[in-house]
């Protein structure tokens, strides 16, 4: 029986093993996979097993899974890949019957606008077709999202968005990841799908707030439209397919796609997810 975390190596999920051994997993049923070298070596540092994959790569899975695995596929990074790299994941988990897989996904990723949203919805498809057992969780913003915002803000004395009036719910990468530990180390969760997210949203004036406190210089919001966010990002040096991107998710947050809050997140961890400048502080002095 083990609980193995696909991603490990990556912020997330070299969270969720801390979780998983701060809530009483023991170290040797932990497995730790993914690709980085230093990092499988860091993890195995602390004693639990690693295991070298690349998702796009089915035979470094063939072999990784067990029936009586709990599985957490965290989703890639590498956009555009990702169904095809969740489905080698998730062929191989049915292969070996594991006993239940977990997902991190995106906001009502079954029915929103979200650009990011199509690879979640994709992968929950396919999970639900292998017919496993499994948990979703639906993860909300990550607050360390703004940490370059925020650094960049520090240095211009400007807070660029065209976010709007929009409101995002962020939690810390930590809370997601106690989340994903308690539903590891329980199996009453299967069939379950989160919505996770922090427990109070916030706007863009009071991110622009708790970076002026966090970065010790007064810091001003400017809300351009669309076009205009686009225009200046990329006369700052941003590709055009970045800045398209980054202005997307932007018209996201004004939509308020980012601004659900429903508690489900600190009701799984068992105490209230980190506020913004809590999170903020933390992530700036790490970074
Ligand atoms: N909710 C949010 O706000 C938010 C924000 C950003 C990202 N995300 C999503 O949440 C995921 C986890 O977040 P994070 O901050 O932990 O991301 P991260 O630090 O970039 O970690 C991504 C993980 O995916 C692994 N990975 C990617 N491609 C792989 C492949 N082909 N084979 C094996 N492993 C592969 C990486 O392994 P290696 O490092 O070993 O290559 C790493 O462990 C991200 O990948 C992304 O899908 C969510």
Same mark, same amino acid.
């Given at each position: 029986?083990?609980?193995?975390?696909?991603?490990?190596?990556?912020?997330?999920?070299?969270?969720?093993?801390?979780?998983?051994? $701060?809530? &009483? /997993? *023991?170290?040797? #049923?932990?497995?730790?996979?993914?690709?980085?070298?230093?990092?499988?070596?860091?993890?195995?540092?602390?004693?639990?097993?690693?295991?070298?994959? $690349?998702?796009?790569?089915?035979?470094?899975?063939?072999?990784?899974?067990?029936?009586?695995?709990?599985?957490?596929?965290?989703?890639?990074?590498?956009?555009?890949?990702?169904?095809? !790299?969740?489905?080698?994941?998730?062929?191989?988990?049915?292969?070996?019957?594991?006993?239940?897989?977990?997902?991190?996904?995106?906001?009502?990723? $079954?029915?929103?606008?979200?650009?990011? *949203?199509?690879?979640?919805? *994709? =992968?929950?498809?396919?999970?639900?077709?292998?017919?496993?057992? /499994?948990?979703?969780?639906?993860?909300?913003?990550?607050?360390?999202?703004?940490?370059?915002? *925020?650094?960049?803000?520090? !240095?211009? &004395?400007?807070?660029?968005?065209?976010?709007?009036?929009?409101?995002?719910?962020?939690?810390?990468?930590?809370?997601?990841?106690?989340?994903?530990?308690?539903?590891?180390?329980?199996?009453? =969760?299967?069939?379950?799908?989160?919505?996770?997210? &922090?427990?109070?949203?916030?706007?863009?004036?009071?991110?622009?707030?708790?970076?002026?406190?966090?970065?010790?210089?007064?810091?001003?919001?400017?809300?351009? #439209?669309? $076009?205009?966010? !686009?225009?200046?990002?990329?006369?700052?040096?941003?590709?055009? &397919? =970045?800045?398209?991107?980054?202005?997307?998710?932007?018209?996201?947050?004004?939509?308020?796609?980012?601004?659900?809050?429903?508690?489900?997140?600190?009701?799984?961890?068992?105490?209230?997810?980190?506020?913004?400048?809590?999170?903020?502080?933390? /992530?700036?002095?790490?970074?």
């Amino acid at each position: 029986m083990s609980y193995i975390v696909i991603g490990a190596t990556g912020q997330l999920g070299a969270l969720t093993v801390d979780a998983l051994l $701060d809530r &009483g /997993a *023991a170290a040797h #049923d932990i497995v730790a996979a993914g690709r980085n070298a230093d990092r499988l070596a860091a993890l195995a540092a602390r004693g639990v097993h690693t295991r070298s994959i $690349d998702l796009s790569d089915p035979a470094t899975l063939a072999e990784l899974f067990s029936p009586d695995d709990t599985v957490l596929l965290i989703s890639g990074n590498e956009l555009g890949q990702r169904v095809v !790299q969740h489905g080698n994941a998730i062929d191989a988990a049915k292969a070996a019957g594991v006993k239940r897989l977990v997902y991190t996904s995106a906001p009502k990723a $079954d029915d929103t606008a979200l650009v990011l *949203a199509p690879e979640h919805k *994709a =992968t929950e498809e396919l999970i639900a077709a292998s017919g496993l057992p /499994a948990t979703i969780l639906r993860n909300g913003w990550y607050t360390e999202n703004y940490v370059q915002a *925020a650094e960049q803000a520090g !240095q211009t &004395g400007v807070l660029l968005t065209s976010a709007g009036g929009g409101r995002i719910s962020s939690a810390s990468r930590r809370d997601y990841a106690e989340a994903a530990a308690v539903v590891l180390l329980d199996d009453t =969760t299967a069939g379950r799908v989160f919505e996770l997210s &922090g427990d109070t949203s916030w706007d863009q004036q009071e991110l622009a707030d708790a970076i002026t406190k966090t970065v010790e210089r007064a810091v001003t919001l400017r809300n351009v #439209d669309p $076009d205009e966010h !686009q225009r200046l990002l990329v006369a700052a040096g941003v590709d055009e &397919g =970045t800045a398209g991107f980054l202005v997307a998710l932007d018209g996201n947050t004004r939509d308020g796609l980012l601004g659900v809050t429903n508690g489900e997140l600190s009701e799984l961890i068992g105490h209230p997810t980190t506020p913004l400048l809590d999170g903020l502080r933390e /992530a700036l002095s790490a970074d």
